[in-house]
Structures are given as structure tokens and as C-alpha cells.
């Protein structure tokens, strides 16, 4: 594939042409399809034709299903499908070994079968703004996935075999019912970035230290009245928001946290700085909420 040959909604009517007609050595040569805000209600069976196709978007569409030709598309590594009508997630996409980015954000999912570790290149999979009230157990079998999100849906807990997923290294979990931080993420040592923003929490447990390769770390508009003591063990945290909670106070011992280059508190009740915060190297002026 060489270049780059974008095809927008007004191609449709191209792509439902007979294989015969003048234009099917044009439908070749697209390397990307966009059908976002089409009205659709499905893609034509024909999609196939589109053999160089690398990313399809089709957003903000009334797809409730996947035609099987999909499956055909060599060289599809990309496909957003956000703000759709699916209820039930497409099996044609568990075959697909080599999609690699999946977004079905805003969408109406409550489960995921147990076929989907036949995508076995997937690294990126967001599956905010759905139904989901328990966290999908198939999901603990894609090995390389490197960046979930689960925003905007109704999880109160994740199950211990989430270590299990040892290449996860970015996790989005804010705006879901959670009212304590989840234990089983104690032990994901190699997660980096973890996103629990609008949630209910109030404390979060000491076992939290374990994760020493967290760098980013985002907790804001929960319900802390203190500052959680245990995050003062994690001494490679770089980046800390616990904006928008009730904090009163900074202790002394966040002096242990010797990576912290950023730390935000606007909206707490945050009157001082302790002055142990002063030896704080690295950590500078970049702290807001004063």
C-alpha cells in the first residue's frame, strides 16, 4: 500500500456497485473509510473489495451488526465504531487477528463472549459508555493488550486475575460505581497510567505501594476528606490529580514520595503546604490548588 486515499460517506453508492462495473479498481486503491454520521443501519457485504483498507471509522452510525465480509479485509489494523446500536458484541471481529485498535465507546454492550482472544493483536480497546456492571472475564485472556478503557459504566469491582494481563499499561476506569478502590489492581506491578476520576472513593488501602511501575496516577472528584496516606509509599508516582475532593490537609510523610513531579489539589480545602514538601526536589512549582 502506498499512499494515503481517505473515502468518505458520498462513496458509499461506489462501494454498492456490481464487482463489474467501471469503478471496482477504485475501491482498491482506498486505504481508509470513513461512514461516520451516514445514517446507516449496515455496511454493505461488499466491503471486502476494499482490499486496502487499513482503518475503517464509522461513528455516530445505527450499526447493530458486522457484515462477515469484514473479516475478509487484510490489512485492517484500526476500527472505530464509536456511537453505534450494538447490544451484542459482532463475533466476526474474534477471528480478526490482526486488528489492532478497537473503539466501541458509546455503544450498548453489557457482555463480551469468550471468543474475542482470537484478536490476538489487540492493543487498544475502549469500551466506555456502555452497559457493563461487571467487569467482562474474557477480557483477562488478551495478553497483549496494552490500553483498556472502561469509562462511564457501572463497575463496582475487578476481579484478581486481571494480573493476569501482563502487558496492560494504561487503565481507564473513571465515572463507575466503585466506593473502594479495587484490591485486585494492588497487584498489577507493571501498570503505568490508572484513570479512577468521578467514582466514590474516601481511602485507598496500603497494599497500593505494590504497584511500583504506576507513573500516572488520577483521582480527582472522588470523596477524600484526607490525603490517602498510602500514597506516600509510592515512590515512583510522577504525576498525582486529586482535584475536586474535601482534602484538608497534606501530611509530612509525602516526603517519601520521591518521584512526584506533579501534584494537583485545586478544589480541596487545602489552607498550607506542609514544609516538608520544600525538599522536594524535583518537584518544584508544579503543584496548583494552593
Known sequence: MTGRVVAGKESLPILQTSPESATQDTVKTWTELDFSNANIFNLPESIDRCSSVWRISVKQDK?????????????????????????????????????????????KLNDIPEGIQGMTALKIFNLGHNSFTKFPTALLEMAKLD?????????????VEISRMTELRVFWL????????????????????????SNQLSDLPKEISSMTGLKIFDICRNRFATFPKALCGMTNLKWLCLNHNQI???????????????????????????????????FGKNCSGQ
Do not use: W
Open 174 to 197: 473513571h465515572s463507575n460505581s466503585f466506593t473502594a478502590f479495587p484490591a485486585a489492581l494492588c497487584g498489577m506491578t507493571f501498570l503505568e497510567k490508572l484513570v479512577l476520576v
Open 63 to 107: 450499526l447493530r451488526s458486522l457484515p462477515q465480509s469484514i473479516s475478509n479485509l487484510p490489512h485492517l489494523t484500526v476500527l472505530d465504531l464509536n456511537g453505534n446500536a450494538f447490544t451484542i458484541f459482532p463475533r466476526v471481529l474474534c477471528g480478526m487477528a490482526k486488528l489492532q485498535e478497537l473503539n466501541l465507546y458509546d455503544n
Open 147 to 159: 490500553k483498556l478503557m472502561l469509562p462511564e459504566n457501572k463497575l463496582s469491582d475487578i476481579p
Open 248 to 282: 484538608s490537609d497534606i501530611p509530612a510523610d509525602i516526603s517519601r514520595m520521591h518521584g512526584l513531579e506533579t501534584l494537583h489539589l485545586d478544589s480541596n480545602n487545602i489552607t498550607h503546604l506542609p514544609p516538608e514538601m520544600k525538599d522536594m526536589k524535583k
